[in-house]
Each structure stands twice: as C-alpha cells, then as structure tokens.
C-alpha cells in the first residue's frame, strides 16, 4: 500500500536532502561550483543522492555559509531559495494541504503538523481581529545563517498560498528580524509592501478573510489519508523512541572523541534540552549512545583484524593504554578479551 512506512521514512530522512540538492541548485545558478560549496562538509556530490548517506542539518547550514560567502552580499538568495520550493517536495504534507477544503484548513493542518517536516524553523499562527499574523523563529539555527533559514521560510510560505490557491495572497504587513540587508529591494518587490527590518520578530500579516478562500484541489478522503499519513510521521520523528534512533544513527557515522551533545542536537534540529529530555525518556543518555557507537565502531575494527595499536589510531586515540581503558569501559572487557567473545565472531 502507498500508506505504508516507506514514504513516512522518506519524508523524514529525504526532506534533508531535497533541500541540500536545491541549495546545489541555486550555487549552480550563480557560478559557485560543489567543491566550493560543499568544502568543510566531508561530503561530495555522489553523497546528495545516496538515500544510505546520512545527511543533517548541520551540512545544510555548512553549505549555506559556504553558498554566502561564495557570492555577492547583494544577491537575493534567500529570495530565490524561497521561490524553488514547490509543495511536491514533501509529498505527504503538501498533499494534506493541497486538499484542505480552505485556505484557512490548511493552515490549521501546517501549524499543527509542522514538525512533521524537520525544519528548523519555528511556524505558529495567531488570529488578531481581521487580520492573522504568521510568526516564524529560528532560534536552533546558527546567527550566521539565521537570516537566509528564516527569508528562505518567508518566501517559500507566500509561494505555498500561490500554490494552494492560484494566486497570490498579499500581506498586509512584513516584519523581519534582521538589519536590512543589500537585498532588501527584491524582498520588498516580492511582498508589494515595504519591510519593517531589525524588528523584534520575523512574521507576514495577512487579512483573515483570506482563510475562508476555497481551494480547486479540495477532497475530503484524500485529505484525511494525508493527515495520517503525517500523524504516523509526527509520532515517529518527535517521539522519544524516534529521537534516540535518529541520535544513535547520526552518532553511527559521527562518533570522534571530540563529538558533543549540542553538535548533535543542532545536526537533528533540536534544542539541548529537548535531546536530553527525550533521551531520559527512552531510557538511555547521551554518554550511553556515544559509548555503543564507539564500541560497534572499535568492534568493526578488531574484527576486520585490526591491532589494538592500528584501532586505538584509527579511533582518534593517542596511546593504545587509553583505548583498551576506554574500550573495557564500553564493553566490560579488554580489547583481547573481546576478539575472542561470541561478540567478535
């Protein structure tokens, strides 16, 4: 069946990568070529599209730095990141949108399920007379990069109304949260109506009557398979089990001596607190996770036949004294205790 745990899988682990391949996209547009922008990331482009390769929102934000510093102050990329998004790229969210019976519904449905997609910005919307103001913050995402995730989200939701409705949906105000940048004509062109920058909070201001406008591709049946759809992704992805998996599996690939909890946290798009909290709640903790994927790691090693020497180098460690210590604390053993464990075989 097409609701199976297939596409919820890949609307978790794919929405990552979609985004990565459209920032490559944009690059290409503007002459900045992969070696440049993937630098400092450890991966190549054959990684982009290897459904296998972990991919996390800290390469996400390595290579919009990269794509910054790449290219004109006054290019606005942001703008045009925001413009290439298109609601098949979360098929499952977008379908339950697409086939919300208003505007408004569909509304409702993004800001109760938002976490179905793992964004890094924040979505909440707030009724206020005629007029209803959708605020965004990004307060997991590195300042420097900040203002292009939060721009980015701005102009991706005005597309998403296009989309939903044929037409554009005119903001009666703009707020932006950052100094006006070189760019700010083209942000400004886009909304039709000016910006208020530096301003205390990042939000678009539509008129209410706007969520009572119909939508052509409303279907009621369609749009419930798509709820579920996106209430078995919220469960699996926010839940605690879910987020310790996802933490076990980044740690998998990334497990150096020099790894830290709020590395991690901001790789998954979560707080600290949050990682913590829900870790405790899974019954198990960060040292707990780092200390079994080193010990499958180092265990990988002796069993490929590695030395204790070779493996302790290979693992990051200076003296081969420290990795026995480190790999008996692991595993309750020695090194040469385990090569000859059922463990090892």
Partial sequence: MFWDALPVI???????????????????????????????????VVDLADPHHELTHGHEFAVIRNLLAHTDPSLPLALEAGLDFHLSTVPAWGEAMRTSRTLGEALAFATRYAQAIPSTVAFSAELDGDEI????????????????????????????????????????????GFPKPPYAPAIEEFYGVGVTWDAPETSLTIAARWLQAPLPGADRDGHRRAVEQCRLILERHSSPAGLAARARAHLAVHHSLAVTLPQVAEALGVSERSLRRHLATAGTSFRTLLAESRLLAAGDLLRAGMTVEEAA?????????????AFKRWSGRSPESWRKSPAAR
């Fill in 10 to 44: 890949d609307a978790i682990v794919g929405w990552p990568r979609r985004r990565l391949l459209a920032l490559v996209t944009l690059a290409r547009r503007h002459g900045v070529d992969e070696a440049a922008l993937l630098e400092g990331t450890g991966l190549a």
């Fill in 133 to 176: 103001r959708l605020d965004f913050a990004a307060e997991d995402v590195p300042a420097d990069v900040a203002e292009f995730v939060l721009l980015r989200t701005m102009v991706s939701t005005a597309m998403t109304s296009h989309e939903l409705l044929g037409r554009r949906v005119p903001p009666t105000s703009v707020t932006v």
């Fill in 313 to 325: 180098e290979r693992m990051g460690y200076s003296e081969p004294s420290a990795f026995s210590h």
